[in-house]
Nanobody
Framework: QVQLVESGGGLVQPGGSLRLSCKTS????????MNWYRQAPGKERELVAS???????NVANSVKGRFTISRDNAKNTVYLQMNSLKPEDTAVYYC?????????WGQGTQVTVSS
């Protein structure tokens, strides 16, 4: 059974930092690319960052220079380090992977950036 469990969200002031974690089980983590998406109220879900099985990364232009995606294959976990947070980063953040011919999603973790 594939499970993706996000954690690390919360309330943070503008300019602050958070690190999100997504712990996985039921997949061969080291062979899977991983993604972070986010969805703000009233908006479509958008891709924030991706990391390939070999460690290559891509981040959306809106977060470039502020967010970093990384992975720890020993812990079956992918991370999203978010710095210099802005109110427009407020959203539910989801991790995602493709395995066995389908996509899997976590339950999401809420990030709220507000003073």
């Amino acid at each position: 059974q594939v499970q993706l469990v996000e954690s690390g969200g919360g309330l943070v002031q503008p300019g602050g930092s958070l690190r999100l974690s997504c712990k996985t089980s039921g997949i061969i983590f080291s062979a899977n690319g991983m993604n972070w998406y986010r969805q703000a109220p009233g908006k479509e879900r958008e891709l924030v960052a991706s990391i390939s099985w070999s460690g290559g990364t891509n981040v959306a232009n809106s977060v470039k220079g502020r967010f970093t995606i990384s992975r720890d294959n020993a812990k079956n976990t992918v991370y999203l380090q978010m710095n210099s947070l802005k109110p427009e980063d407020t959203a539910v953040y989801y991790c995602n992977t493709f395995s066995g011919y389908r996509y899997y999603w976590g339950q999401g973790t809420q990030v709220t950036v507000s003073s």
